[in-house]
C-alpha cells in the first residue's frame, strides 16, 4: 500500500501508527487540529469528522483508508449521543463512500472487544454480539459502523478489529488501565467483585500496531480480535501496580460472581501476529 489515510491519527492508536507507517509508505492523518509535535513525515488534513465534510477535502488517490476515530464523547449519554452517531457512523458511512469512488483497496475499521456478549470462555470472532439493548450508545454506534463496512466488501477488502483494552505511552487518563493506575497511586479504592475481579487480556498499543501492519494488504475480508498474550485479573493487575509503585492497592469487594472479557486471539496469532508485550514489563508505560 503506497498511501494510507488515517482518522483519530491523534488518539493512541492512531498516532503510533501513523508514525511506523510513515516510515514505508505516504500517510495522511486526519486530525481535528495539528498536534504540538507533528513529524514532517506525515501528511496532517485538519478535519471534523462530527461534521459535513466534501470528498474534495482528501487525498483523490489512496490505497488503503484506517478509520480509528472514536467520539470522544462516548460516556456522555444522551448529552453526547449525537457527536457519537455523526462520528461513529454517520462518519464511517461518508468515508466508506469516499473509498469507494476513489478506487481504494482496502477499508480497515477499528471497532471495541466490547461488543460480545457476557461468555465465560474466550470470546471468538464467531461469538454471539450483546443483545442490542444492553450494548448502549458507543458500543451500539460501533456495531452499526461493523455493519455499514461490512456491506462495502464487494468494492473493497473490507477488515474490521476488536481491540481489548489497549493500552500505552500517552493514554488518556480515563480509559481503563491508566485510570487504575491513578487510583492505586493515590490511595483510592478499585470496586470489584468475585475473589479476582474482572478477567481480561489488554494489549499494548504496539503489539496492536504490528498486527494492523500485517493486516494492511490483506485481499480477503475478515473481523480480528487484537487482544494480548497474558489473561490478567483486576487483582492481579492492582497488585502489580501497588509493586510498582510501592503502593498497597486498596480494594472494594462487591457481592456477585466476576465477569471475563477474554479474547480468543487464535486467527489473529494466525494471519496477523502474535503478541509479545506482557502488562507486567511495561507497566512504566501507563504513567
Do not use: W
Not at 13 to 19: D, I, K, S
Not at 20 to 36: E, G, W
Not at 93 to 119: D, T
Not at 152 to 180: C, D, E, H, W
Amino acid at each position: 500500500m503506497r498511501k494510507t489515510l488515517v482518522t483519530g491519527a491523534n488518539g493512541l492508536l492512531g498516532r503510533t501508527l501513523c508514525n511506523k507507517l510513515s516510515q514505508k509508505c505516504d500517510v495522511y492523518a486526519i486530525v481535528r487540529s495539528k498536534p504540538k509535535d507533528p513529524v514532517d513525515s506525515i501528511n496532517y488534513i485538519s478535519l471534523d469528522l462530527s461534521r459535513e465534510f466534501s470528498f474534495d477535502e482528501l487525498p483523490s488517490e489512496i490505497d488503503c483508508v484506517l478509520h480509528l476515530a472514536q467520539s470522544n464523547k462516548y460516556k456522555d449519554f444522551p448529552e453526547g449521543a449525537s457527536d457519537v452517531f455523526s462520528i461513529n457512523v454517520k462518519s464511517t458511512h461518508n468515508l466508506l463512500e469516499y473509498a469507494r469512488i476513489s478506487n481504494v483497496k482496502q477499508f480497515i475499521y477499528a471497532s471495541s472487544g466490547g461488543v460480545y456478549a457476557e461468555s465465560n470462555n474466550p470470546l471468538a470472532e464467531s461469538s454471539p454480539i450483546q443483545e442490542h439493548e444492553k450494548l448502549g450508545c458507543y458500543l451500539g454506534s460501533k456495531i452499526c459502523g461493523e455493519i455499514l463496512v461490512q456491506n462495502y466488501s464487494a468494492f473493497f477488502t473490507t477488515s474490521i478489529v476488536r481491540p481489548f483494552f489497549m493500552y500505552g505511552i500517552g493514554q488518556k487518563r480515563n480509559m481503563l488501565l491508566p485510570r487504575l493506575f491513578d487510583n492505586v497511586s493515590n490511595g483510592n479504592s478499585i470496586d470489584f467483585s468475585g475473589d479476582e475481579g474482572l478477567k481480561f487480556n489488554p494489549i499494548h498499543v504496539e503489539d496492536a500496531v504490528r498486527a494492523i501492519e500485517s493486516l494492511i494488504g490483506m485481499n480477503h475480508s475478515s473481523i480480528y480480535n487484537l487482544a494480548g498474550p497474558d489473561v490478567l485479573s483486576l487483582r492481579e493487575i492492582c497488585e502489580t501496580i501497588g509493586e510498582y509503585l510501592d503502593e498497597k492497592p486498596v480494594f472494594n469487594h462487591a457481592d456477585g460472581s466476576s465477569v471475563n472479557i477474554v479474547a480468543d486471539i487464535s486467527l489473529m496469532k494466525s494471519e496477523l501476529h502474535r503478541p509479545i508485550i506482557s502488562l507486567h514489563e511495561r507497566i512504566d508505560d501507563l504513567r
